[in-house]
């Protein structure tokens, strides 16, 4: 079984280094992984906080079309558009690019993973 909130957590640190590296289309298709992963692991906020900087970066985007990331979900044509991003960037290859770029981990805190991504998507400018 796939583990969601670990998902969640690889494409939310990735939307951000792609954000500091000033890569926007990366982005944009990391933070709609991390919101697809967040809504799947049970976190709404952190699905809704990528489904706002998404939209708030790329008003064109299918995204923008639905109030959150899981209505986006029932509908077919965002199904295929999140198909073909994960298979663009499987979850194995996300934690491959995590390990190449030699990043610390996100340590254990007593904020729960969820509070942790909200709080790196909060630094995303």
Excluded at 53 to 58: E, Q, S
Excluded at 66 to 90: H, M, S
Aim: hydrophobic share 45%.
């Amino acid at each position: 079984m796939r583990d969601h909130e670990a998902a969640m957590t690889v494409y939310v640190q990735l939307a951000v280094i792609s954000e500091q590296r000033h890569q926007s289309q990366v982005c944009d298709r990391f933070l709609l992984l991390a919101g697809v992963e967040a809504c799947r692991a049970g976190w709404p906020e952190v699905a809704a906080r990528c489904h706002a900087r998404l939209i708030a970066a790329n008003p064109a985007h299918l995204a923008a079309r639905y109030t959150t990331i899981a209505d986006g979900l029932r509908n077919e044509d965002f199904q295929k558009l999140v198909a073909r991003w994960e298979r663009y960037c499987p979850f194995e290859k996300g934690e491959a690019m995590l390990r190449q770029l030699d990043l610390p981990a996100v340590e254990p805190s007593e904020a729960s993973t969820g509070e942790q991504m909200l709080a790196l998507l909060g630094d995303l400018a």
